[in-house]
């Protein structure tokens, strides 16, 4: 398998964007990506798109990508939709990177793209909750859920009870972790929320489903991302950032429940395909839905010493100059989450903590990140994930 470089990156605004459709949000990213890699439209060999709602929003099913990239002139080269619930733009990324480290292909594109805001909000809450299987409910949703808020919140809100339970943590330990992302939302011009709400202001926040505020939770938004990805090594060192560990991992079956999570699954190999440990990362971009769910993902993927989560959220230890800094651009509870999007905006923000140009955002001298994304619920348990680490050469 040959070395994959991140060529070039570019993500839009994120946040409720009622005026822009699909086809400009992409171009948008994509145009910037292709600007920061120094190439063409001619350049790239494929396109690996991932969107999951469109069909449900638009009525558009097939040949999204196409239809939606082509009036940029990418008629020519082949295309490949990628749906898989929050892990889409993570599982585009794995494909694109497949391809170029076969030796399929030298320089492709990688786009995550999601337009969810509607007038209609029944219509935008009913395409957000479709990753649930419909004939096994995962829980037992609440009066409003569909109308005033989406079932997923149902879902982190019970989620956020047994992360209670597990790692003895606390509402307040919710507000402290979710002032984090707000702050760091605050210094990203490119976030759906950038108002940096203190911890006083999350916890007075609109109570969504207990024990979990407005403010713990991510909003739903639109936005796009776009990756180029080369074999071409970057003459500049500065830039030399090489994607590797890309790794996916589905839902155990059922005959197995209890066993490991598909977000756990991942994590481990990634780091075993990159031949990294844990304690090697100096920056991460992790699953955070509500602030339970980000809990549950430092656990899973081992960004701090099991059964010292609660001591590292006190202590600050998940800031940017903490000891280790994740969701520096706001993740998704402060920099939203344009679903098909995430997962190629945390490759793009990763790429630029370590090139260092991460502006206000910027970790002090990273060398090694991950991205990791989880997605879709099978009997409660997470469906989909995906993982990716980030090296500087």
């Not at 733009?89 to 694109?96: E, F, L, V």
């Not at 991302?225 to 994607?243: C, G, M, Q, Y």
Request: glycine share 10%.
């Amino acid at each position: 398998m040959r070395d994959v470089y991140v060529g070039g990156t570019g993500i839009t605004k994120f946040g409720l964007q009622l005026d822009r459709n699909l086809k400009d949000l992409s171009a948008d990213a994509t145009n910037q990506a292709l600007k920061d890699a120094g190439c063409e439209v001619s350049d790239i060999q494929s396109v690996y798109f991932g969107n999951c709602l469109l069909g449900m929003v638009t009525g558009l099913e097939a040949n999204r990508g196409a239809i939606t990239m082509m009036p940029m002139g990418f008629g020519r080269v082949p295309f490949q939709d990628i749906e898989n619930a929050c892990a889409t733009g993570a599982n585009a990324m794995h494909i694109g990177w497949l391809a170029v480290a076969s030796g399929l292909y030298d320089t492709v594109l990688v786009v995550g793209a999601e337009k969810l805001n509607l007038a209609d909000r029944k219509k935008t809450f009913a395409a957000y909750d479709s990753g649930f299987d419909p004939e096994e409910p995962a829980f037992a949703q609440g009066e409003g859920a569909g109308v005033n808020r989406t079932s997923s919140a149902d879902r982190q809100a019970t989620l956020a009870k047994g992360v209670m339970e597990k790692y003895g943590v606390d509402e307040t330990h919710f507000g402290r972790l979710a002032a984090i992302s707000h702050f760091n939302g605050s210094l990203n011009p490119k976030a759906h929320k950038t108002a940096g709400l203190d911890y006083d202001a999350i916890m007075a926040d609109r109570m969504v489903v207990p024990p979990l505020t407005r403010a713990m939770l991510c909003p739903i938004s639109d936005g796009a991302a776009a990756v180029v990805l080369t074999s071409k090594k970057p003459v500049e060192k500065d830039r030399r950032v090489r994607l590797t560990g890309s790794r996916m991992a589905s839902r155990m079956s059922f005959d197995d429940l209890d066993g490991p999570a598909a977000a756990y699954t991942v994590a481990q190999l990634a780091y075993e395909a990159a031949g990294i440990a844990p304690e090697e990362i100096d920056v991460a971009a992790i699953h955070d839905a509500s602030v339970s769910y980000e809990i549950t993902s430092i656990n899973y993927t081992g960004l701090c010493p099991p059964g010292q989560e609660r001591e590292w959220i006190e202590k600050g230890e998940f800031a940017i100059t903490g000891r280790m800094p994740i969701n520096t651009s706001g993740g998704q509870i402060a920099r939203g989450h344009p679903v098909g999007a995430t997962g190629v905006a945390q490759i793009a923000e990763l790429a630029d903590q370590l090139r260092g140009r991460a502006g206000a955002m910027q970790v002090d001298n990273p060398r090694v990140a991950l991205a990791h994304i989880a997605g879709g619920v099978i009997r409660f348990e997470t469906a989909a994930a995906g993982a990716h680490i980030l090296v500087k050469d």
